[in-house]
């Protein structure tokens, strides 16, 4: 199989490395295709063996997929300007957020696509991608796909397009949500005194802990919570901030404009 990918920023380049690590493709069948001139140099030097081009360079391409990794602001200004003609049996996969199937279809001129939403945990290869695709994807096309996904973590197959906004405000952006949170706890460690780095650890330590706790129990999260929130305790206290600034609601509130945002991308 022979993968092309428009835009070769973060994920993009995540991906390629997931494809390669679990030889899913040979590197020689791996094309990135970049905007900016200037990284050129340094996405070389992790991918000797794969070919890279910038898009003005590409007037024909020999890929069986592309994956159009660049930003969704970008994409019609990018789909309008590709000099190259898609083939019959190519496939899309869009990693784009909020540009919805039909639209890539419009753009591109082409049925082939597959819709998905990955995070940035993929660059460890664990992250989770919702994704769908367009009517006239055969099964096997779509095993072949998620076979790509699950190198990068774990995929969800979800019916209803529209959900793919959803799962952009729930994990696309849900790794920033907890950063901001753990951000937050360091840094009411060092007002306590504790030095940067040692309240670094305490927090990432905890959050580490809580989260196997989370996979390896039978008890529910209030559950769990009751279990660390003794009466008349330290951690009552803090939950009872929490309560009284309302922060469970400003969380969910937060995330349910970022899948308004996520719609608003389409246009």
Known sequence: MKIAILGAGNMGLSFSKSFLKYE?????????????????????????????????????????????????QDFTHAAENLRFPLKEK?????????????????????????????????????????????????????????RLLNSTGRSVYLEDEELLDSVTALSGSGPAYFYYIVDAMIKAGMEMGIEENLSRLFVQQTMLGAYHLINNSDKSLEQLIQDVASKGGTTEAAL????????????????????????????
Not at 28 to 57: M, V, Y
Not at 97 to 110: C, D, M, R, T, W
Not at 120 to 146: D, K, N, R, V, W
Request: proline share 4%; net charge neutral.
């Open 90 to 146: 190519q496939m899309v996969l869009s990693i784009m957020a909020g540009i919805k199937i039909e639209k890539i279809q419009k753009l591109l001129n082409h049925p082939l696509v597959v819709r998905a939403m990955p995070n940035s945990p993929t660059l460890l290869g664990m992250g989770i991608t919702g994704y769908t695709a367009a009517e006239g994807i055969s099964f096997s096309q779509l095993i072949h796909i998620e």
């Open 24 to 72: 899913l493709i040979k590197p020689e069948n791996l094309h990135l295709i970049i905007r900016n001139q200037s990284k050129f140099s340094k996405i070389a030097e992790e991918f000797p063996k794969s070919e890279i081009s910038t898009f003005e360079e590409v007037e024909t391409l020999d890929a069986d997929l592309i994956i159009i990794a660049v930003k969704p």
């Open 240 to 267: 009872k901030t929490f309560n009284d600034n309302s922060l469970k609601d400003i969380l969910k509130n937060g995330i349910l404009n970022a899948e308004k945002r996520a719609k608003e991308l389409n246009g």
